[in-house]
């Protein structure tokens, strides 16, 4: 039986506090009732665990990922819409997965609905699986009794974003691998072939051209200073993760990337794409404007659009309408606003705004299939650049030495 710590008054005002075992906190509060104390507050006890069992759960709940997650919400609208009770709906789950991370999930899941808990409060203890959406949407759908459409709802959610990610990585895979391999090509040059080329080059006992003096300053100095090279690039590295990690630089960052050549209007209609069809899955399921803009300004996944998205949340708080908060946000195009504009006129906002998420959807679809032809012509340049300064440097010299031995 679980364990609740309390606090409270007894009859003479004096602070109490202790343990109790009981089944939920309901029944925690009659117990203190009857012994004469007004409590405070019950909280569920945990006692401290050791290392060997902070880290074994640790392990598993890392396990559970976006795919488990994605599962699991299929399978709750599955079985709730059978008629299936939640409790065992949780039981048949733990008792079929394979998977250990899950089955522990589901197990702690379980124990916080016997305690009396709700299940979003349930799911609000483990903050590293359900994020702050998911658990608001949990608790939207146990409050109107729509917990089955929540669960298909959430499932297409959290689809849409897994799909938008795989695309994105799916098109951005071909330049990382060509940047890499030119990055590997300029290390290999100066570290074996220059080397080999200079002592050709100091038996012409002649003064070099400047692209050959080039080459070969750049290549004694990287033989030379290469762990100092190394440390100073893992101490940058470690510097730019530190400073990202903290707000200022997470927004600074998140912004630079929305004025990227190219990948910035793909960040930018990613961002604004998981923000509108948020927006209209809290809306449709009930949420209020204002806690459905907080909502979806976390799912965008970029500093500077959720602080866009919650500046919206502002106006509207001050009894702006939608359509003048997104105005002044300044992350819309004119074709979206007027299609918010007739959402608000006509009732009809959450089909407005998923009409909205659907374009900006497909406009990325379009941007990713053709980011390839984008890109090409660019890393063209740069190889073909790369491979000019090497030939100039490597190949002039000799063409002078050929020269002179014809004269």
Aim: charged content about 20%; glycine content about 8%.
């Amino acid at each position: 039986m679980p364990s609740f710590a309390y606090r409270g008054r007894d009859g003479a005002m004096q602070p109490r506090q202790g343990l109790l075992e009981c089944a939920s906190p309901r029944h925690a509060a009659e117990m203190l009732a009857g012994m004469g104390i007004v409590p405070v507050a019950i909280e569920l006890h945990q006692p401290p665990a050791e290392a060997a069992d902070v880290l074994r759960r640790w392990l598993r709940r890392r396990a559970v990922g976006e795919i488990e997650l994605l599962l699991f919400s299929n399978q709750m609208h599955t079985l709730q819409r059978a008629g299936v009770p939640i409790l065992r709906a949780l039981q048949g789950l733990q008792e079929s997965t394979q998977h250990e991370g899950v089955r522990t999930l589901l197990g702690e899941l379980r124990h916080g609905l016997d305690s009396g808990l709700e299940l979003s409060q349930a799911m609000a203890r483990r903050g590293d699986v359900f994020d702050r959406f998911y658990i608001a949407m949990i608790r939207v759908g146990e409050t109107t009794g729509q917990l089955t459409e929540v669960f298909a709802a959430l499932h297409q959610h959290l689809e849409f974003q897994r799909f938008m990610r795989e695309q994105v990585n799916t098109a951005l895979r071909y330049p990382k691998f060509v940047l890499m391999a030119m990055a590997v090509a300029v290390v290999v040059v100066n570290i074996f072939v220059i080397p080999a080329f200079a002592k050709v080059f100091e038996n012409l006992k002649t003064e070099l051209p400047l692209m050959t003096r080039i080459l070969l300053g750049s290549s004694n100095f990287m033989l030379a200073a290469w762990p100092a090279l190394l440390g100073a690039t893992a101490a940058a590295g470690m510097a730019a993760r530190s400073f990202v990690a903290t707000d200022r630089g997470r927004l600074w960052w998140d912004r630079w990337k929305l004025h990227l050549p190219i990948a910035g209007k793909l960040v930018r209609k990613g961002a604004l794409s998981r923000a509108c069809r948020s927006l209209a899955l809290v809306l449709r399921s009930g949420v209020p404007v204002l806690d459905g803009l907080k909502l979806c300004a976390e799912v965008t996944e970029n500093a500077w659009m959720e602080r866009a998205v919650l500046g919206m949340r502002s106006s509207v708080e001050r009894g702006e309408s939608l359509l003048v908060a997104s105005r002044k946000a300044g992350i819309f195009t004119p074709i979206v606003l007027q299609m918010i504009m007739v959402g608000e006129e006509s009732g009809t906002l959450d089909e407005m705004l998923d009409e909205v998420g659907q374009m900006y959807q497909r406009e990325l679809e379009y941007e990713l299939k053709t980011m390839s032809q984008q890109i090409e012509p660019i890393l063209i340049f740069f190889l073909g650049a790369l491979v000019l300064v090497l030939a100039l440097g490597v190949f002039m010299p000799m063409w002078d030495l050929g020269r002179a031995a014809l004269k």
